[in-house]
């Protein structure tokens, strides 16, 4: 069982940068994927990037070319470093797991609020 705490959100101005931080309690090689989820209120929770065990990633269209995903097995911490913030990039961000034949989601944690404004 893989627990995960996120941290590093904060207040930032457009076209700031910042980098979000998922510490594991354990391994996250062990699990299928592991990915950064967000959601703004009254929104769906929405995908923001994710990557696999032997390193391939993806990310939303709209954070592409923006947002970079990072894994650092040796620390059990997955980043997500932020660039040219928007506005809209403005939610709770949530680090999760996806694991198992059936691909499931780990559980939710409490997540870590970024807001972009001037």
């Known amino acids: 069982q893989v627990q995960l705490v996120e941290s590093g959100g904060g207040l930032v101005q457009p076209g700031g940068s910042l980098r979000l931080s998922c510490a594991a309690s354990?391994?996250?090689?062990?699990?299928?994927?592991m990915g950064w989820y967000r959601q703004a209120p009254g929104k769906e929770r929405e995908l923001v990037a994710t990557?696999?065990?032997?390193?391939?990633?993806n990310y939303a269209e709209s954070v592409k070319g923006r947002f970079t995903l990072s894994r650092d097995n040796a620390k059990n911490t997955v980043y997500l470093q932020m660039n040219s913030l928007k506005p809209e990039d403005t939610a709770v961000y949530y680090c999760?797991?996806?694991?198992?034949?059936?691909?499931?989601?780990?559980?939710w944690g409490q997540g870590t609020q970024v807001t972009v404004s001037t």
């Open positions: 999760n797991y996806k694991a198992g034949p059936d691909n499931h989601f780990g559980s």
């Open positions: 354990g391994s996250i090689f062990s699990v299928n994927a």
């Open positions: 990557i696999a065990k032997r390193g391939y990633t």
